[in-house]
């Protein structure tokens, strides 16, 4: 724990501003002796001495600000089967939809009129049905990832996570709600709508996955060793198929 407290102060630092690189020279030797899951023990340190979970979600970028690419890392360490390349698969997808939600959102904006009919919102009906995919994305997470860590020192994370995983659902949920009844809707209080939406969903689920890629599967990968775990999760990952990739009907 001693080394999970050290690290914790560090973090702490980084997270008040001082210069991570700094840092970085300072803890040299503390750093080089770290294993990936000294990360999640520094985590858990912190959730119990008080550290909210908004404040931990910060901690994140502390995390990778000292540790380096870890994504890179990881990437490319992974078998080409293996069921946390498909994850990564579906993050790359997700952040191409959100760069679409962000340019349609602009769109729907500007447009002078805006029908059932107009490009910018059937564009937008598309894009929104590719983003309901998270839900079985967070599912796969919450009920094959997440408990396979469970015996191991990462549950404060997966805990912000799977938090983060309800609140996105909601969001996209009300953005789908909101395009199937586009109708209901005045114009201008359709584009609020979708600006207020968009404007939430993207930052969120930007930072959800990069502290996926970055923190939750390098430790994940750094922890479970025993393969038949991961057959088994593959296995089960299978049957779910790819998310992402082909759009649900957006409007019933
Ligand atoms: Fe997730
Ligand atoms: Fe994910």
Redesign the pocket.
Known sequence: MEKARKLAEILERVRSGEDPAKIRQQARQLLSTLRLSDISRAHKYLVGSGVSFDQLRTLVYAFASILGDQFALLRSNLGSDHPVRR?LA??QMFECFLSDLEGVNLMIQEAEELTELSSEFRRLEHITGHLQAFDV??QR?DDLVFPALESYPCKSICAVLQKSHWRIKNMVSNLTMAVNNFKHFEPVQFKIQVSALSSAIIPIMRE??FQ?DNILFPIAIDVIKDEKVWWRIKQLSDEMGYCGFDAQPCCT
């Open positions: 994850i579906e993050h994305h967070s997470e959800h996955m996926e």
